[in-house]
């Protein structure tokens, strides 16, 4: 599966690699890239030899600089450029998709790029990264799940924090306040990451699928719900 033309696809032992592919433009988010990006996770979704799955971004300078700032000029609105974007609901998709997400990323991670990062599970940050939420800034809220699943991350305060002030923040911070799990050096987070996933590869995949069900499931519930949830799934 490939000849995306804003995204990488590849597979090696189980692992999926998906990398954001518009350097010149800072990986930004486009209408195309989340066509493309859907059309993979869609695949990956239903690929049972895929076991954990790596999100990066190419080139030197960005995981991903949030949503692609031409096409918000040339919409009529940013709203209307919205509408447009949502007629596909990719983020639903990537927080459904059942095997573990990890995010490798380095240099800017903004916007939409920090609510890609949000859909992951787990989080790997090289020092140089730089995360921010500017779209208030922008005259508009963040619109791929944003406001819901960063909160979850790093609660209410941090969040409204960075979303109201569009102080951005560098990767000794992120991991702090728990938006990264850790930092490592620049040239150290490809390995990093491949290790992670490799790691969780090499276990059961449906212990591991349970695993990450229990605990996204269990966060939209009660807890003796979220008890009873976890009772019926370790007995399956
Ligand atoms: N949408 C479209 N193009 C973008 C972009 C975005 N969100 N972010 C960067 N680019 C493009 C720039 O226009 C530039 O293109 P050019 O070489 O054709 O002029 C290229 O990527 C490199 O960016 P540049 O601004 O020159 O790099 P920098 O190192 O000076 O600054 C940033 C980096 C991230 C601070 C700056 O690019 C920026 O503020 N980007 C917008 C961030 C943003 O508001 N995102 C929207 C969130 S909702």
Same mark, same amino acid.
């Given at each position: 599966m490939n000849g995306f033309k804003t995204v990488i696809y590849e597979k090696n032992e189980n692992v999926a690699y998906v990398t954001l592919n518009r350097p010149e433009a800072l990986n930004a988010f486009s209408?195309?890239?989340r066509d493309d990006l859907y059309e993979v996770f869609r695949a990956i979704k239903d690929d049972d030899e895929v076991r954990a799955v790596i999100v990066k971004g190419a080139g030197d300078k960005a995981f991903c600089a949030g949503a692609d700032?031409?096409?918000?000029?040339?919409?009529?609105?940013?709203?209307?450029?919205?509408?447009?974007?949502?007629?596909? &609901?990719? $983020?639903?998709l990537l927080l459904d998709i059942p095997q573990p997400l990890i995010a490798a990323m380095h240099g800017?991670?903004?916007?939409?790029?920090?609510?890609?990062?949000?859909?992951?599970?787990?989080?790997i940050a090289s020092e140089d990264a730089v995360f921010?939420?500017?779209?208030?800034?922008l005259g508009i809220i963040p619109g791929a799940g944003g406001t819901q699943t960063i909160p979850r991350i790093i609660g209410t305060a941090r969040s409204l924090d960075m979303l109201l002030t &569009?102080? $951005?923040?560098?990767?000794?911070e992120a991991f702090q306040i728990g938006l990264v799990n850790r930092v490592v050096l620049k040239n150290e987070l490809m390995k990093n990451a491949e290790?992670?996933?490799l790691k969780i590869a090499s276990y059961n995949p449906d212990s591991v699928r349970l695993a990450k069900y229990a605990v996204i499931k269990g966060l939209d519930m009660s807890l003796q719900e979220g008890l009873e949830l976890e009772r019926?799934?370790?007995i399956k």
């Amino acid at each position: 599966m490939n000849g995306f033309k804003t995204v990488i696809y590849e597979k090696n032992e189980n692992v999926a690699y998906v990398t954001l592919n518009r350097p010149e433009a800072l990986n930004a988010f486009s209408i195309q890239m989340r066509d493309d990006l859907y059309e993979v996770f869609r695949a990956i979704k239903d690929d049972d030899e895929v076991r954990a799955v790596i999100v990066k971004g190419a080139g030197d300078k960005a995981f991903c600089a949030g949503a692609d700032l031409t096409e918000f000029l040339t919409a009529p609105s940013a709203v209307k450029a919205r509408q447009i974007r949502s007629r596909r &609901n990719l $983020w639903k998709l990537l927080l459904d998709i059942p095997q573990p997400l990890i995010a490798a990323m380095h240099g800017y991670v903004l916007g939409s790029g920090m609510e890609i990062a949000a859909c992951c599970d787990i989080r790997i940050a090289s020092e140089d990264a730089v995360f921010g939420l500017p779209e208030v800034g922008l005259g508009i809220i963040p619109g791929a799940g944003g406001t819901q699943t960063i909160p979850r991350i790093i609660g209410t305060a941090r969040s409204l924090d960075m979303l109201l002030t &569009n102080r $951005w923040i560098k990767s000794d911070e992120a991991f702090q306040i728990g938006l990264v799990n850790r930092v490592v050096l620049k040239n150290e987070l490809m390995k990093n990451a491949e290790e992670t996933a490799l790691k969780i590869a090499s276990y059961n995949p449906d212990s591991v699928r349970l695993a990450k069900y229990a605990v996204i499931k269990g966060l939209d519930m009660s807890l003796q719900e979220g008890l009873e949830l976890e009772r019926r799934l370790s007995i399956k």
